[in-house]
């Protein structure tokens, strides 16, 4: 019971209850005993065997056209789903809870279920009800489980998100290593589409890397899921958390399932797995195997994922930088949600594959960019290749449907759509490329589209109708004159449907009974009938001969004749026979598919690839974005910078254009921009500058440049020039982490050894007001040695934005700091942000100003501004600044203060001009507004 209430992670309170007590209340073990014993019903032993078998899930029990539950499965489901509670029989004296979905709706509910963290075995009907009463009245219609349903196992369209991809992950620690060295394996794959992926980190790479990931669901023995480091990455992680039996995690087990599934004979080609890696795949394979009943799952190729070949970034950064999703979770706001144009679930996969995991090598990144490039500056192939996109259908998905025997009509005909998309496209390329030649990548791409023998396309065309129905089982699906045979069964199905009506007319005739009429229902089969009051005559001879009586009805009388029933079976055998062609004819058309099953999955992967790419283009079209200069160097030079998402959230408000920052850390080619050259030296800048400046967005700005630039996109600014960055980190002070029960400044510390630990020379790294957390001094001194040490030992490249003026002193003691600030300009009283990052420091925080902006009561900003001129006062004349603070006279009398002396002087000017004896009623009352204007002086 532990170990199912253990599987459990839906963060929904309520289910998570619900779950936990239907859990705690499964069919006890002694149902081994009923089973056996007598006073149960075949059927009854028959559910209780099978439910047995799948403990953790519900069962979904196929009866008719309903899935139906009973026992606790159905208390637990009729609350998950707010569904109607009945009972049904009795067991052991008690009656038995059930309730039940429509089949027409199973998906929907299905899908409810799956969400709130719940696992679903289907069991179906394995034989017509009609096989099984020849076997004896008692028998029992034949029933198993034909799948597990589970967040990573989904196929179905409407069970999963089009442009989201979900992973399947089995985690394999090796118990031997231990502390740094350790390593942990993963292993992965999309049932959905047959994408997977294989990999190791070391342990403190894990969390970042299995946020890129991003399962659904993950598989790990019990083992490692009671270690504490493993456990905090997986809470972390949104996933459904699976333990499976250590046992799963063999690596022969792992080598023998991958080869034959891979139908071959060595795994040399896919790169050298370590042991680890192979244990993880064999308890994903061994999984995948349980849940999908036997079902051939499609496997895709595996990739081997390298952290070496990755820009890497931890789980904080992640957050920090809002990449896939927004601090609130949702796309909109991210920077995914900032750069998405594609126009397929396939291409939007793809992309954010691509963002969750940027490159590290600058030949790979210079092949995409040329793709986008050569896309960006073509606006009318980009366009006519978008509108070819628009209508590709998911092929990925569809083949996987199919490959594991769950695939309809619609599925064929989204493999006959995708290869007439992916003909267009490749059309359009080639012409495009007559000219110039084409890109690398673009030429593979090419290449993919046009792999497939056009006689698949031609075949479908041919086969399927216009108008499909969802389920293969309904038939109706294949075009007239496909095929002879069928035709033939259509019409001879149809032809007897007239034959019924002319038999209808015949006796109508023949009996004068003139509301005689030929019916159908689903008892019966097809019948005769007569209203009460007409009947007569065919009750008595000599029509009662051939009018046999069926049926006295309220205010009708059924009957049936020797030829009905000889039509009848006409009509069902042909229609029968009709059906049957359907079938074998789905059947040939999924094999000549399964034949090319290599070659679609790849021409599935090109046109999710252009889709990527060309959205990318689309983007810099759009946003004016350009081709970042990606190298081995140190540099770090970006001109006209622009915050991607910020910059569109102002364009969508028309609030103003976003301003544009150079970032030259360490200079590229072009010439330093003006007024730097004095910081071409540096390394890491000091960023300094009020609240609101701008500081946070240009930090960002710059660390969302590089994810964008090397995972292959062009980059908001007028240039860029970027040596290659291995690690990106970025950290903001005191971030509120109240819910995982750590105090803000303990998490502040614990992220920033991880970088302290972890940057090296090509990092980049980025601290966002480290130390905040803090009293001032502790805070002071913490980021000072912070700064120290990433210029001595790190080396890194990095921005460090602080509100502690105090570390602008450092620019001039160590060589590659350098200190730079926002610009804000002072007008009266108050404060404007230039938003524009210059070289220098901050002279104060003008903390007040903004807190004035900010529509703090205008007594205490003013009080504030006494407290902070006596503690600047003496703190210049070394005084203690307490015990002048507490000469100050307490707020409520400060309060009553007559307002400052040049308010006063201005008043009494005002005041002598002032004639009472000449003033109107109303002028007087002007006058009032005006004297109390000089002293309220309200910012224009
Ligand atoms: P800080 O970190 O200095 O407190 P932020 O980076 O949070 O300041 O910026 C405050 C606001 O100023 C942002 O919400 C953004 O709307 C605006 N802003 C920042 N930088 C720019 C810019 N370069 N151009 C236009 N608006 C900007
Ligand atoms: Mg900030």
Known sequence: MAESRKTFRAGDAKARVSRAAWAAALPPADLETERSGSGVTPSMAQFLKIKAAHPDCLLFYRMG?????????????????????????????????????????????????????????????????????????????????????????????????????????????????????????????????????????????????????????????????????????????????TPVPAASFDSLAGERLLKQQLAVADLAAFGAFSRAELAAAGALLKYVELTQLG????????????????????AATRSSLELLRSRSGEKQGSLLGAIDRTLTGAGARELASRLAGPLRDPAQIAARLDVVGFLSERDPLREDLRRALRSAPDIARALARLALQRGGPR?????????????????LIEAAAAAVGLPLNLSAIVRSLSACSAGLAEQLAAALADELPHHRRDGGFVRQGFRAELDEARCLRDGNRQMLAELEAKYVAETAVKSLRVRHNNILGFYLEAPAGSA???????????????????????????????????????????????????NELTAAIDCEHARLGGLAAALAELDCEASLAELAAEQGYTRPVLDENSTFDIRGGRHPVVEQALQAANAGSFIANDCVLVPGTA????????????????????????????????????????????????????????????????????????STFMVEMVETAAILNQASERSLVIFDEIGRGTAT?????????????????????GLFATHYHELTVLAGRLGDIANVTMDVKEWRDEII?????????????????VATLAGLPKAVTKRATQVLALLENGERKGANGEALLSDLPLFAAARTQAPPPDEMAALARALAEVNPDELTPKSALDTLYKLKALVDKDPP
């Open 65 to 241: 056209d309903f899935y139906e539950l009973f026992f606790q499965d159905a208390i637990a489901a009729a609350e998950a789903l707010g569904i109607v509670l009945t009972k049904r029989g009795k067991h052991l004296g008690e009656d038995i809870p059930m309730c039940g979905v429509p089949i027409h709706r199973a998906d929907e509910y299905l899908h409810r279920l799956i969400k709130q963290g719940f696992r679903v075995a289907v069991c179906e009907q394995l034989e017509d009800p009609a096989q099984a009463r020849r076997r004896g009245a008692k028998a029992v219609v034949q029933r198993d489980v034909v799948r597990v349903v589970t967040p990573g196992t989904l196929t179905e369209d409407s069970l999963l998100d089009a442009r989201t991809r979900n992973y399947l992950t089995a985690i394999c620690c090796l118990p031997h290593a231990v502390g740094a060295d350790r390593r942990i394996a993963h292993a992965s794959l999309e049932i959905s589409t047959g994408a997977c992926e294989i990999g190791e980190v070391s342990a403190a790479d894990f969390a970042g890397d299995l946020m890129r990931l991003s399962p659904s669901e993950v598989i790990a023995s019990d083992q490692a899921l009671a270690e504490s480091a493993l456990r905090k990455c997986l809470d972390n992680c949104t996933a459904a958390i």
């Open 777 to 797: 001094y502790d805070g002071l001194s913490i980021a000072w040695a912070v700064v120290e040490f990433l210029h001595a030992v790190s080396k890194c490249r």
């Open 833 to 849: 942000f230039l938003h524009k990052v210059r070289p220098g420091a901050a002279d104060r925080s003008y903390g007040i100003q």
């Open 411 to 427: 599925d064929l005909a989204a493999v006959r759509d995708g290869l007439v998309s992916a003909r267009d496209c490749a059309d």
């Open 671 to 742: 010439a330093v921009p003006e007024g730097f050259a004095a910081l071409s030296e540096a390394r890491l800048w000091l960023v300094t500058g009020p609240n609101m400046a701008g500081k946070s967005t240009f930090l960002r700005q710059n660390a969302l440049i590089t994810v964008m630039a090397q995972m292959g996109s062009f980059v908001p600014a007028r240039a860029a020039q970027i040596g290659i960055v291995d690690r990106l980190f970025s950290r903001v002070g005191a971030a509120d982490d109240l819910a995982r029960g750590r």
């Open 295 to 314: 079902q051939k799952v499609p496997l895709g190729v595996p990739r081997r994922s390298g952290p070496e070949e990755r820009l890497l970034i931890d």
């Open 536 to 586: 007569k005559p065919l009750l008595s001879e000599p029509l009662a001969q051939r009018f046999k009586h069926r049926q006295t009805m309220a205010g009708a009388v059924r009957f049936t004749t020797e030829e009905l029933i000889e039509t009848e079976s006409l009509i069902v055998s042909a229609a029968e026979r009709a059906l049957a062609l359907e079938q074998e004819i789905f």
